[in-house]
Nanobody
Framework: QVQLVESGGGLVQAGGSRRLSCAAS????????WGWYRQAPGKQRELVAA???????NYADSVKGRFTISRDNAKNTVYLQMNSLKPEDTAVYYC????????????WGQGTQVTVSS
């Protein structure tokens, strides 16, 4: 079992920055990939950024160049640094952890609200 707790959400003005954190506890040593997703009202949840055990990263086109995903293995924490925020970034942001062996299993955090005002 893995528990994920997000923090860092809040209200920020357009053009501003925010850093989200996702602290993991439990059986985390075999996590194969981490991800940040977001869900805006009336929209489907979408992948924002992901990082693998090998530190490969990928980003949604809408956040490339503005957001950065990183992790601190010593703290069992994954971060999402968000810069140049836009009102369309407003959403609930969720942390995700994926195990691939012996079968794919995913864990989710409870979500943290990010609101960007214009």
């Amino acid at each position: 079992q893995v528990q994920l707790v997000e923090s860092g959400g809040g209200l920020v003005q357009a053009g501003g920055s925010r850093r989200l954190s996702c602290a993991a506890s439990g059986s985390i040593y075999r996590i194969d990939a981490w991800g940040w997703y977001r869900q805006a009202p009336g929209k489907q949840r979408e992948l924002v950024a992901a990082i693998t055990r090998g530190d490969s990263t990928n980003y949604a086109d809408s956040v490339k160049g503005r957001f950065t995903i990183s992790r601190d293995n010593a703290k069992n924490t994954v971060y999402l640094q968000m810069n140049s925020l836009k009102p369309e970034d407003t959403a609930v942001y969720y942390c995700n952890a994926v195990f691939l062996w012996p079968m794919k299993v995913e864990y989710w955090g409870q979500g943290t609200q990010v609101t960007v005002s214009s």
